[in-house]
């Protein structure tokens, strides 16, 4: 690894990060699990999480595949050493964490039944290199499986105007990072020039309504946490006015307490055979 972890990950280093981390996989719980399902996670298994952040989908994945293990990896010191702790806490004995590229793997050829990333391709300069480097350490007849969002797939009723331009600023502020937000509509063709098939891609919409009131502020929240890390980078940059900020702010407040609110957003999951 070449550089700090915040040149390739924004939110490296940072606390909130860990917690908005762990917040995220508990809004995205209904997603991972029918992830886990297509993925056919089974006992014995030995699986990477590329990317693996705080460590709360491979913490997930080990229950799935005991006696089997998970290997965590992540660019993050900070996001590898609270891994590491949550999973002791939990009492997640088959799981290891590891500092780690997910473009340049130490793991040998053929190493894992699979090969798991999620959250990660947006962030990475090149999404091809990175999927061969994952196909590589996968074993002859195992699988890669990406996840990503694509936030051509964010839908709120009732319309959200100045959140919404907010969240497409931040998408351009993003984007002078090299963060694609529109990054799961592009994993079929970066799966076929990484040479895996077949290549099967699954929409995963998750949603949240006032039935749900927890899972609607989860689900609302996270994207929210997000830019507010953000802000002061959006501000330098000029994208947005501190008073555009605090009106999407208070349009998000109200929101959250319409009765008839309804959130959804949208990952792609795409699954391809090593062979």
């Known amino acids: 690894m070449t550089g700090k972890p915040q040149d390739r990950y924004v ?60 290997y965590g990896i ?13 999973a002791a806490n939990e009492g997640v004995s088959n799981v290891r964490f590891e500092l780690g590229d997910v473009d340049s793997l130490k793991y040998g050829d053929g190493t894992f039944d699979i090969s798991y990333c999620r959250l990660v391709l ?5 999404p091809v290199k990175t999927v061969t480097e994952l196909k590589r350490v996968t074993k002859k007849g195992g699988v890669v499986a990406v996840s990503d969002n694509d936030d051509g797939g964010v839908i709120t009723y009732p319309e959200m105007p100045k959140m919404m331009d907010l969240w497409t600023k931040y998408g351009r502020s993003a984007k002078i990072r090299g963060e694609d937000r529109y990054i799961g509509r592009q994993l079929f063709s970066i799966f076929s020039h990484a040479g895996l098939s077949p290549i099967t891609i699954y929409p995963l919409p998750i ?69």
């Open 11 to 70: 939110h490296a280093g940072k606390l909130e990060e860990v917690m908005r981390l762990e917040a995220q996989a508990k809004a995205f719980g209904k997603v991972l699990e029918k992830e886990f399902e297509i993925v056919d996670l089974k006992p014995g298994m030995k699986v990477l999480d590329a990317g693996c952040g705080t460590g709360a989908v491979a913490r997930k994945m080990a229950t799935k595949v005991s006696p089997g293990e998970v």
């Open 74 to 86: 992540d660019i993050d010191p900070l996001f590898i050493c609270e891994a590491r702790k949550l």
């Open 122 to 126: 947006m962030h990475v300069k090149n």
């Open 207 to 275: 949603h949240a309504t006032q039935q749900t009131p927890e899972m609607l502020k989860m689900l609302v929240l996270v994207p929210v946490q997000i830019m507010e890390q953000c802000k002061e980078n959006m501000m330098r940059e000029g994208l947005v006015a501190v008073e555009h900020y605090e009106e999407a702010m208070k349009e998000v407040q109200a929101f959250l307490s319409h009765p008839g609110a309804f959130a959804m957003g949208l990952t792609f999951l795409a699954v391809g055979k090593v062979t």
